[in-house]
Each structure stands twice: as C-alpha cells, then as structure tokens.
C-alpha cells in the first residue's frame, strides 16, 4: 500500500506529476461536465440542465444558512466550484488506482494531504481578504479581542487549527478509503476465495465511499461558509 | 531535524529550496492553487455565469407573469364591477321607462276621457238647447196657425170682416187668458 509518489524538480520547485494528472483530469471533468450541461440553457430547463440548477440552489442554501444573500452572493461560484471540484475529486480515485514502477499514479488528489491542506488554506486565506475587504482592516482586527480579549491568542491559534481541520478531515476521510479499497482489492486479486470474501465489502466500502465523498464535498463547502461568514458579518 | 536547520542556514541562498523539496511539495500547491483559480475563472465565464443569467432570467419573468396575473386580474374584476353597474343602470332605466309610460298612458287615458266626457256634455246641451229652440219654435208656429184658423173660422161665422189685427190682438190675448187658465 505504502506506494511511492513520483517526483520531478523543475526551476528548483519539486512537483508531484500524478498530482498535477489528477488534478487536471478532476478539473477537466468538472468542466465538461458543467459546460455540457449550460449548453442549451432553457427557460424551462431540462435534463442536465435541471440537475446544475439544483446544485446552484444547493449552494445557495449552504451560504444563506450562514449569512444574508448580500453578503454572500459573492461567494456562490467559489461554493459552486469548490463543491464540484472537491466532490468529483473524491469520485475519481474510487474506480480504481493505477500504479507503474510501484509509484501511485492515479488515485484521488484529495487523497494527498498537500492538496487538500492547499485547498483549505486558500479558503482561509480568502476568509482572511474578505474580512478586512468587508470590515476594514481596524474592525477586522478587533474581532480578535472580541468578546474577551484575553481570549486573543486561543482566537489566533484557531484560525490555523480551522486551517489544518479543513484540509485533512477531507484527506483523512478519502485516503482512509482509498486505502481500504486497495487492501480489498489485493484480497480479490488474492485467491478465488479471496474474490469471493472480497465482493460484497468491496460494494458495500465502494458504495459507502460514494457517500462519504459527497458528505466532505458537502462539509467542505459548508465550513467554507462558516469560516466566511464569522469573518464578514457584522453582527458575531 | 537539527541537522537540517543547521544545514539550512549553513547554505540558505543554494541549498534552501533544495531542501524544502525534501519535505514539502512546494509545485503541488502551486498546482492546485493555479488550477482551481483557472477551473473556477473558466467556469464562471462558460458555466456558471450563463446558468445563473438564466436563472435570473427565469425569476424575473416568473415575477413580471405573476404582476401581469395580478394586473389581469384586478382588470377582469374592474370590468365585472363596471358590467355589473351598467347591468343595473341599464335595468334601472328600463324600470324608469316602463313607468313613465305608464304614467304617461294613464294620464293619456284620463286626459281622452275627460274630453271625450266634456264632448259629450257639450253635445248634450247643445241637443237640448236645439231642442227646446224647436219646440218653442213649434209651438210659436201651431199658436200662429191656430190664430189664423180661428180669425178664418170667426170671420166665416161672423160674416164680418173684421180688421186682421185688431182680431189677431184680441184673440191672441185669449189664448194667452186660456194658456193661463190651464
């Protein structure tokens, strides 16, 4: 299972290829998918259609449980796309995994603790920018004194704890499962009796998998919000 | 750990990025961070923002149907207000009509009656008028006759002639006596 990754040096920077493989496969699948489905766009929408929709009003139920629409408006095609993003991100490595030479090659990219941990620190990073955009900079910095002051450094260390929590419950939560469905399959690929101890888990894991990927896609975005909207709002 | 911070410092210009690849992907986090803003900026221009001008599209035309509904409505209940009203007028006037020309036959009636009833009295007295001008007429006649019979008739027996009209005086002052006597 310990798979090693591969690794090339450019301009003196190390890169991880199957990172940027998958990360681009995960991007370009998002893309046709959402591009397929705004072609025709339809006053009385249909198919494909119906089902972006309903993802954009999901969106827009998650930041309105945290602020007002007006403040939050902004936030909806980073919702949209986080969501898409970190949900077929979680989808693309449950198929299988490719390895060659012993390196890992395909597997979900948020199944890399520096992908996700990437992801939650430019989401904080943004909460950090809205919150001095939306406040300016003295009152943003009142908020930690508020209520108590002496509370200020418990506030600051939050803000990496909330940074580390973000990136790897998501990493934690697809690596656990990638991990469980490559020991399965070694079973399967075993024996014929390990193929056929192995099926119904190997469903089962695969199907909870599913579950799980669209819960942290969903949870993702929802903490996105959260961390947004204790930055931006006025009245915390 | 030590070894490396002190190897760090020891070359911090060369070795430091050579080193942070030992422990730390610094490419994949440029990666991700690029190609998330890329895919996002890609689709807000191509996905999101043409669904969400749909989507706008559509609540404001599901709002301008709904003020139309409204304003439709309010002007189908305006005009059955209006019907309703003339309805009423229209059946008020009828009444009104109906009535006066009632009124008007009635007084017609009497009008026609009371002319009708004066002709008649008028005719009436008129009538009775002739004929008690006829009677007296006739009476003057037979009087005169009778006279002329009896001057005829005394002349004969008398076998005098005697002045017409000092006869005439005499005997009409007899009749006159006997007209009293009756």
Sequence with gaps: MNHENP????????FNPSNILMLFVTCLIVFLIAVASTRRLQMKPTGMQNFMEWVMDFVKGIIKNNMDWKTG???HVLGITLIMFVFVANMIGLPFAIVWDDQLWWKSPTADPVITLT???TVVALTHYYGVKQLGMGKYLKTYFQPIPFLAPLKIIEEFANTLTLGLRLYGNIFAGEILIGLLATLGASSIFGLAGAVIPALAWLGFSVFIGAIQAFIFVMLTMVYMAHKVSTDH | MLDTFVLLSANADAGFLASLNQRLNLGDIIVTVV???ILMVLLKKFAWGPLMGVMDQRAQLIATEIEQAEASRQESAKLLEEQRALLKEARESAQSIVENAKKQGDTQREELIMAAR????RMKESATLEIATEKEKAVAAVREEFVSLSILAASKVLGKEI???DNRALI???IVK???GR
Excluded: D, V
């Design chain 1, 73 to 75: 408006g902004r936030f």
């Design chain 2, 178 to 180: 006997a007209g009293e």
């Design chain 1, 7 to 14: 690794q090339f040096i450019l301009f003196g920077i190390g």
């Design chain 1, 119 to 121: 992801l939650a620190a």
């Design chain 2, 163 to 165: 002045s017409e009209e």
């Design chain 2, 172 to 174: 009409e002052e007899t």
């Design chain 2, 118 to 121: 004066a002709e008649a009295n």
């Design chain 2, 35 to 37: 190609f998330f803003t």
